[in-house]
């Protein structure tokens, strides 16, 4: 049995990660209007409801799906949600124990970015007025990426003497690193401009 995709709920701190996750599960992870309230990353399975193929061939008493489940002509797939704490500019550096935090989201398949649009929260989720919120965009994006950054730096050498060993092509070694952080295998090729 395939696992449930993995959506992680990212964003700064006070953002509303926790309450998303709540609000689109049976969760009950604890919220509040401060910096840090979630340290430990949450987990639940919310549920997509899609319209069955039962429904359209008249054949909803019969379905049993392998993978969720069926009411009324309604297919339930579940997808777990993982809400991680808020990550600060510099976590790509740790600050905020940024890179525990970013390492969490390695196993996710996809990434929500909860943003608060009211202007009321600086980047570190510190009461403001007036914060432009393009900002946070902007940031958690460079965040993400120096991490992948400087996790490669950090391996660098290793992956070269791989490389060289093995004397694979240039795109499966970048497979191979890449493959960690849910790149597909066309992925890695589009991305450095390699095919």
């Known amino acids: 049995m395939p696992r449930d995709p993995l959506i992680g709920i990212v964003g700064k701190p006070s953002s509303g990660k926790s309450t998303t996750l709540n609000s689109l599960t049976d969760a009950n992870a604890k919220m509040g209007a401060f910096p840090f309230t979630t340290i430990d990353p949450n987990r639940a399975t919310g549920y997509l409801q899609i319209d069955c193929a039962c429904a359209r061939y008249g054949k909803e008493d019969l379905c049993k799906p392998n993978y969720g489940w069926c009411s009324k002509g309604k297919r339930h797939v579940p997808i777990e949600l993982l809400d991680v704490a808020g990550l600060i500019p510099g976590a790509s ?12 989201l390695r196993q996710a ?11 009321t929260t600086d980047s570190n ?6 914060y432009d919120p393009l900002q946070d965009i902007e940031w958690l994006q460079d965040e993400i990426r120096l991490w992948i950054e400087g996790n490669l ?5 290793t992956i070269v003497r791989r490389h060289t060993a093995t004397k694979s092509p240039i795109v499966e070694t970048l497979r191979a690193q890449f493959g960690g952080y849910g790149f597909y295998e066309g992925e890695v090729p589009n991305c450095f401009g390699l095919e």
């Open 153 to 157: 730096q950090k391996r660098w050498g």
């Open 93 to 104: 550096q740790g600050l905020g124990l940024g890179n525990k935090f970013l390492d969490d």
């Open 125 to 130: 989720g510190k009461a403001t007025r007036g």
């Open 109 to 119: 398949d996809a990434l929500i970015h909860v943003v608060d649009v009211s202007g």
